[in-house]
């Protein structure tokens, strides 16, 4: 899952809910404020007696709540996969997908561990907003990862055009908010991996010309120009490929030159830099080359899951005093995560809400085959902290 935003209806017309600004005018800004039932009760529709709060015990209270608050302000998914699914799936060919049928009862999907979203989950979860991601993976460096990135460009276009009925095409906050008035599901677009810009700014450009409006700098694989952090801890044995990519980064930078060259020119073309997958000293060095805040699209804290994936404190403070924003991993309920694991969930809420304040988020990523126990908590229902449970629990 993704973002989740709450801003008071009276200032609904000042502040914006994924506010997207951007172009040579100047860098793009981002508004974000956790959903918390401790500071949003009555602050969206109809402002409650005194007491009235006290009342929201139940779980059929706190559900209508969520219900009430997601018609009004935009719930917004920071990171799907779906559309490489489709790629694998139906290599595709969107003729032979129904998005509109409940894809449990379809086949390979209902037997795919890593396809849980469907018009029909997305509707039940009130999702007013999607990142789809326009993913290729790192076997394709140096090869076709262009074509690839542009040809899952392509399908999430189509996707949207085919089922219009629902999804609305959006690239800045005016009109993701067009698209939630209007009762359809405002649709963007993400590239996760910056292998797929092939080192060219013209690339970068023509992404964001398409309409693509956040990249993650880096996959599970280093690019020429930016370390991942699943290779920080790789041993020194390596190829010579990956030798000469380590020397980019042989004093202990996370971004070359043409790096951070990558991550202005995101500035001023007003796209969203995402620094899931990256390394903690790519981390660093984009939060201090960027003008603009950041977002980690799908990690949690690693204070409480020491993943080289997640992201720890001293970064989420900057991130907090930047105002960019992380979206919590979610992973699907997992029979293998028992009680004692599933009470570190509140954990994550409270690590990522002490450091940054409230530009917190959902982020989709659910990966159950190669979970492991106590690296990332699934959240199965609201809780005093979290109002994401219609999202969460409904939609993949």
């Avoid at 694989?221 to 010579?240: G, L």
């Avoid at 620094?275 to 603009?292: G, N």
């Amino acid at each position: 899952m993704g973002k989740v935003y709450l801003l008071p209806s009276e200032e609904l017309n000042e502040k914006l809910v994924l506010n997207l600004r951007g172009g040579q005018s100047g860098v793009w800004t981002a508004s974000v404020i956790i959903l918390s039932i401790g500071t949003w009760v009555g602050k969206v529709g109809p402002r409650p007696a005194d007491g009235e709060t006290a009342h929201l015990t139940s779980p059929r209270d706190r559900l209508e709540t969520v219900r009430q608050v997601l018609s009004e302000v935009p719930l917004i998914d920071g990171h799907n996969d779906l559309p490489w699914n489709i790629r694998n799936f139906v290599h595709n060919q969107l003729a032979e997908f129904d998005f509109d049928k409940d894809l449990r009862q379809v086949a390979p999907w209902s037997k795919s561990a890593w396809s849980q979203t469907d018009l029909v989950r997305l509707r039940q979860g009130m999702v007013g907003g999607q990142f789809w991601a326009a993913y290729v993976p790192c076997e394709s460096q140096h090869l076709n990862a262009v074509q690839l990135t542009l040809e899952q460009v392509d399908l999430i276009k189509r996707l949207i055009e085919k089922y219009s009925q629902h999804m609305q095409f959006a690239a800045s906050s005016t009109e993701i908010l067009d698209a939630h008035e209007r009762g359809r599901i405002a649709s963007l677009i993400g590239v996760e991996g910056g292998h797929s810009l092939g080192s060219s700014l013209a690339v970068l450009r023509t992404l964001y010309q398409l309409g693509v409006r956040y990249l993650t700098l880096t996959h599970t694989c280093n690019t020429p120009w930016a370390k991942s952090s699943s290779v920080e801890d790789e041993d020194e044995d390596v190829s010579e490929e990956r030798e000469r990519v380590k020397f980019s980064f042989a004093l202990g930078g996370g971004l070359t030159a043409f790096g951070k060259a990558v991550v202005q020119e995101m500035n001023r073309l007003g796209m969203l830099i995402d620094l899931s997958h990256t390394a903690r000293a790519t981390m660093r060095d984009a939060l201090r080359a960027s003008k603009a805040p950041v977002i980690f699209s799908h990690s949690s804290a690693f204070a409480i899951c020491n993943s080289s994936r997640n992201v720890p404190d001293d970064i989420l403070k900057q991130l907090g005093e930047s105002q960019g924003s992380t979206l919590d991993k979610q992973l699907r309920e997992d029979p293998r995560i028992n009680s004692r694991h599933k009470q570190l969930r509140e954990k994550f809420f409270d690590e990522i809400l002490t450091n940054i304040g409230n530009s917190y988020g959902k982020g989709g990523m659910y990966d159950p085959d190669e979970m492991r126990l106590g690296e990332n908590i699934a959240v199965d229902f609201v809780e005093e902290r979290a109002a994401v449970v219609v999202a969460v629990r409904n939609c993949g």
